[in-house]
């Protein structure tokens, strides 16, 4: 049946103005119409700006360096000899994976704790909280950047005070990584902090109530009825925000520009340095698409997971 | 941290004892206290360095964290009245508020036919809606100015109001079908036995049960149109055409002198709009996201 | 008038010559009453500079009837690269686009040549820096970008005068006087050994020089220079990697030296940090544009009268100021190809050149000596002839980090910042002298992939 709808397409419309209940298949071949025009928009949108634009930045990251010849892969066989591509590799993982992990956790915490206050404060709580979310982030890391200056850190400002130590936050190679994931969690933690408060909103009464007749501890509830519940919301918000972080650009590149020593590159500062700066861009294209197969084939298979359990319900 | 929490959430649900429930109130009292801390600093020194002038930012004597013995408005009086600034707010508010609109018109029904009825790939495309994040905004870029240029919409705002919503649309159809998802069958049935056709189901009976969700998403949108970065950088040159986030730094970075007494005022005004937007709709934002995004 | 003539009708048979017919037709000033042409200009950050471009491309525009139209691209978040790169994909946007050092080379495919116009400006003003003609000359000998005046940066030092006599009994004053009369013993006594013991005694005196160990052009410059007057060579003309030698060797031992008597926070300086540091009143001596010099002027007035710009010191192969040329060029998708070449002509010519110097207080430094003799650079104070020696008036060759190696990999080792980056593992990852050159070699054998 599925095949004969894309015919159907044109003649179904003005068919499809006045829906009666009429023959089942009649019916079903309509919806299938009028669905597909509904989501037409969004086909082209996605087909025009987003399917046709990445198609040509893959063709672009098989071609040479100066682009006019076709070299399959070629670019990725050579990234792969490199160890400073490996370096990239290591530090995008850990930068992207370490700060979703801390945003998830903050994010889980701040809206337990949130949503244990009584409503009449919990609003007052959640509009402070969220204020890194909404400055836009070019320009909060900029802020950031001013606050870890080397030589007007105000931070240092405030252990010189305490006799304590001055901290290189953005020259020693270390504490750089560990500013940009700083900063990174810091703008990002809200988000998760406003979706968990939703979901935990939305787990019913009655289950905990449940639980507690069976004797469950507070720690029961939370592995056996909280986080069941918020499944499918800390499988989006967690994907959402890996592949939102490996992609991030502003932070690095305003805090430290991948240095000291290359050692805070991730692949977009890497990719603008390969491709914009030093004139490669199939290589820097290929760079920014490395994780691409990865995180897609993961994001299919959890966005499935999470569209199957979503029909269930 | 997480038993703390879970134990306060089990005594709260208790309500027996009186006194270690006052105590876990305090705890997360004072957590929240450090997590705001956390959050509010950064903010809070952009506020204080605002009413600083220059020498006295770059003056080493005096705290950096406490606010100004001698608080000047001249960085928020140079900044709106000597700079494009009051201009950029206004390129990037119509920005927005198109994108936000046609994202809702594209989103929407594209939702509603991906979460209610079905088609041939359907399924394929829900997921994949999502997928489109995969390929970023620093590598889109390049065959974007393309397309963009062959609208002739190179240097001005209108071209943005084009690209944008490959950043906001995919997200904001994903929620939106959890939200459709989440009312029952019965509704659309009942509907269709009493002759309404799609295009008035659609607006008589699911948006309005979903509105919230359609807040949510709006809101997401918002922010992230408000806050692009990378595509009015590279689409952009002149200043009657740019949008805040590309303009101010622009304007207030000047080769390697940094007028941070602007940018934190920038900073500061530029994150009011989504504030505003979100206190009067955070309600709405979480009971829309509670019923969108969990049963998606 | 009459030489500018002749000089068209050589291109035009040069022009023939060349197989490629779709080169620019010759520009004839009847045929363009209502042409327009736009340009991408670099955004210039001494106020007022933009100004006085502005002021030269109307009245080129007005004599010759030509709409013209200027956007100021910033170099701030890498603003120009992103659009320009984006136009050379898309090709589509301005006429005439300003190009940064390198990036003549990354867009020479989609650049017009430019003989005819850099032709003219020789015959008049004689010849232009080797360095500016290496980074535009594409690979078959063809101009691509024509050297701007404004923005094009050397960076020498800038000491302060006090300090040094105070701490070191150098007076920079009289090893680089204003005025031609140079002691060439003093000049020759300005050496990286002198630097070296001048830099431990402000450092133990309190006021440490600042020389920036980041990834960002202003560190890049200054290890090049050093790097050049010690001889290393990473990758020579011929594609051959020449890191491995003992040059290299030796000028890392004395970046070793050097870097302590730094401020620890050197690795994350950005461009604007050794401008702070000088303008703080912290440190002793920086390498810089007289940008530093310029924003203490207006902030902190008693560093600004101290301070002196004057020559890199010399090392074992000669003395190098690293110098930062920036470029005209010409999309080969423009419309008005002949009218933009000839504007170029006319903003780069020397009436108009002298204007531009002074609009930038002496920030600009044309590619030709024979524009070294701008007032600007005598005029500008406090103290008098404070940017005197910033163009170089002796010994001093302009020089750029990745020189001499073939410019698709020169920009490789330079947009890396593959020598800050050793120097860096050197000096703070305490890693082996031996490991880092072994590393370097590794880089450069990944910069000359084809």
Redesign the interface.
């Known amino acids: 049946m599925s095949d004969t709808i894309p015919r159907t397409a044109a003649s179904g419309n003005t068919a499809a103005a006045i829906a009666r209940p009429g023959s089942l298949y009649r019916m079903s071949r309509q919806r299938s119409t009028i669905a597909f025009l509904f989501a037409l928009p969004l086909l082209v949108v996605i087909g025009g700006l987003i399917v046709y634009p990445g198609v040509y930045a893959m063709y672009l990251s098989t071609l040479n360096t100066r682009m006019n010849r076709f070299i399959g892969l070629g670019n990725y066989t050579f990234l792969f000899s490199r160890d400073t591509f490996w370096m990239v590799v290591e530090q995008s993982c850990l930068f992207a994976i370490t700060a979703v992990i801390f945003k998830a956790l903050i994010g889980i915490v701040t809206a337990h704790l949130v949503n244990n206050l009584p409503s009449k404060g919990q609003r007052k709580w959640r509009g402070m909280l969220l204020i890194p979310w909404v400055m836009p982030l070019s320009l909060s890391t900029l802020g950031w950047r001013w606050l870890l200056d080397p030589t007007y850190s105000a931070f240092n400002w405030l252990f010189a005070q305490v006799g304590g130590p001055q901290i290189g936050w953005l020259s020693d190679p270390m504490w750089a990584r560990f500013s940009a994931i700083l900063v990174n969690v810091w703008f990002g933690a809200p988000f998760f902090l406003i979706m968990y408060l939703a979901a935990l909103k939305s787990v019913p009464g009655e289950l905990y109530e449940a639980a507690s007749i069976d004797g469950a501890t507070a720690w029961q509830k939370l592995i056996h009825v909280t986080l069941p519940m918020m499944r499918n919301i800390i499988s989006i918000t967690v994907l959402f925000s890996l592949i939102v972080t490996f992609a991030n650009y502003d932070i690095v590149n305003v805090l430290t520009a991948g240095g000291p020593r290359n050692m805070t590159h991730v692949f977009a500062t890497w990719a603008f340095q390969l491709g914009i700066a030093s004139g490669d861009i199939p290589l820097g294209a290929s760079v920014s698409l490395f994780m691409f197969p990865i995180l897609g084939v993961c994001a299919f298979f959890i966005l499935r997971g999470v569209r199957q359990r979503g029909r269930e319900i | 941290?997480?038993?703390v929490?879970?134990?306060?959430?089990?005594?709260?649900?208790?309500g027996s004892l009186r006194r270690s429930r006052r105590w876990?109130?305090i705890t997360?009292?004072v957590?929240?206290g450090l997590?705001?801390i956390?959050?509010?600093?950064?903010?809070f020194?952009?506020l204080v360095?605002a009413t600083k002038s220059?020498?006295e930012?770059?003056n080493?004597n005096t705290?950096?964290?406490l606010p100004s013995m001698s608080p000047t408005l001249s960085n928020i009086e140079t900044l709106w009245t000597q700079t494009d600034f009051p201009i950029y707010l206004r390129n990037s508010a119509v920005v927005t508020v198109c994108v936000v609109a046609i994202t809702m018109?594209?989103?929407v029904?594209?939702a509603?036919?991906?979460g209610r009825?079905?088609?041939?790939g359907?399924?394929v495309?829900?997921?994949?809606?999502?997928?489109?994040?995969?390929?970023?905004?620093?590598?889109?870029?390049?065959?974007?100015?393309?397309?963009v240029?062959s609208f002739g919409l190179?240097?001005s705002y209108w071209g943005l109001v084009?690209?944008y919503?490959?950043l906001t649309?995919?997200?904001c159809?994903?929620i939106m079908i959890?939200y459709f998802?989440?009312i029952p069958k019965e509704l659309d049935e009942a509907a269709?036995?009493d002759?309404?056709?799609?295009l008035q189901m659609?607006f008589k009976i699911f948006i309005p049960v979903a509105l919230p969700g359609l807040i949510a998403a709006t809101i997401f949108a918002f922010?992230a149109c408000?806050?692009e970065?990378?595509y009015p950088?590279?689409?952009i040159?002149?200043s009657s055409q740019q949008v805040?986030?590309?303009g101010?730094?622009?304007t207030l970075?000047?080769?390697?002198?940094?007028q941070?007494g602007m940018?934190?005022t920038?900073?500061l005004i530029?994150?009011m709009p989504?504030?505003i937007l979100?206190?009067f709709l955070?309600?709405y934002?979480?009971?829309?996201?509670?019923?969108g995004?969990?049963?998606? | 008038m009459k030489t500018t003539t002749v000089s068209r009708r050589k291109f035009i048979k040069r022009a023939a010559l060349a197989t490629t017919a779709a080169v620019a037709a010759p520009y004839m000033r009847t045929s363009y009453s209502a042409g327009k042409l736009t340009l991408g200009c670099w955004d210039h950050w001494v106020p007022g500079a933009n100004d006085t471009l502005t002021a030269i491309v109307n009245e080129w525009g007005a004599q010759n009837h030509v709409e013209t139209h200027i956007d100021y691209i910033t170099s701030v978040g890498d603003k120009d690269l992103l659009t320009a790169s984006a136009e050379a994909e898309a090709k589509t946007g301005h006429d005439i686009m300003q190009h940064r050092a390198w990036q003549v080379q990354v867009h020479r495919d989609v650049l017009e040549p430019v003989d005819d116009v850099i032709d003219r400006l020789v015959k008049d003003h004689g010849p232009i820096a080797t360095i500016s003609e290496y980074l535009a000359k594409d690979h078959h000998g063809k101009w691509k970008g024509v050297p701007t005046v404004v923005g094009s940066q050397v960076k020498p030092c800038c000491s302060r005068i006090d300090l040094y006599k105070q701490y070191c009994g150098v007076d920079v004053t009289k090893m680089f006087p204003f005025g031609d009369n140079r002691d060439k013993t003093l000049v020759d006594s300005w050496n990286w050994d002198l630097y070296l013991t001048t830099a431990e005694k402000l450092f133990k005196g309190g006021y440490p020089v600042g020389l920036p160990m980041g990834q960002t052009s202003d560190a890049i410059d200054w290890v090049g220079a050093l790097f050049r007057s010690y001889g290393a060579v990473f990758v020579d003309e011929k594609d051959n990697i020449a890191v491995d030698s003992a040059e290299t060797r030796a000028a890392l031992e004395y970046a070793q030296k050097l870097m302590k008597f730094n401020p620890p926070d050197v690795y994350a300086w950005d461009d604007a940090g050794n401008n702070k540091w000088l303008i703080s009143g912290k440190g002793s001596s920086i390498m810089n544009p007289p940008s530093a010099w310029s924003v203490a002027k207006r902030d902190n007035i008693k560093v600004a009268e101290q301070c002196w710009t004057h020559d890199m010191p010399r090392g074992a192969k000669g003395r190098f100021a690293p110098y930062l040329p920036f470029y005209y060029g010409v999309w080969t998708f423009a419309q008005n190809q002949s009218a933009a070449k000839d504007l170029i002509h006319y903003i780069v010519d020397k009436p108009q050149a002298k204007r531009q110097v002074q609009a930038s207080n002496g920030y600009d430094l044309p590619a030709f000596k024979s524009y070294y003799d701008f007032d600007t650079w005598k005029t500008v104070e406090p103290p008098k002839g404070t940017v005197y020696n910033y163009p170089p008036r002796g010994d001093e060759e302009l020089s750029i980090t990745g020189y001499p190696a073939r410019p698709d990999v020169a920009a490789q080792i330079y947009n890396q910042s593959l020598q800050t980056v050793m120097i860096g593992k050197v000096t703070q990852g305490g890693e082996k002298i031996d490991d880092v050159v072994k590393w370097a070699k590794n880089e450069c054998e990944g910069y000359l992939r084809s």
Do not use: R
């Open positions: 941290m997480t038993a929490t879970a134990d306060t959430a089990s005594i709260v649900k208790g876990a109130l997360s009292y957590c929240l997590f705001a956390f959050f509010l600093t950064p903010p020194y952009a360095t220059t020498e930012i770059s080493q705290s950096p964290w018109v594209i989103a029904p594209a509603f036919s991906l009825m079905k088609f041939w359907s399924g495309l829900a997921t994949g809606v999502f997928l489109t994040y995969l390929v970023p905004d620093t590598l889109l870029f390049l065959p974007l100015f393309k397309v240029g190179l240097n084009l690209v919503p490959t649309v995919p997200f159809t994903w959890g998802q989440s269709l036995i002759g309404a056709n799609h659609l922010t408000w806050a970065f990378v950088m590279a689409f040159f002149t805040l986030t590309a101010t730094i622009t970075v000047k080769a390697d002198v940094y941070w940018i934190m920038a900073q530029a994150a989504p504030l979100y206190a955070m309600d934002y979480i009971a829309g996201l509670t019923a995004a969990t049963k998606g």
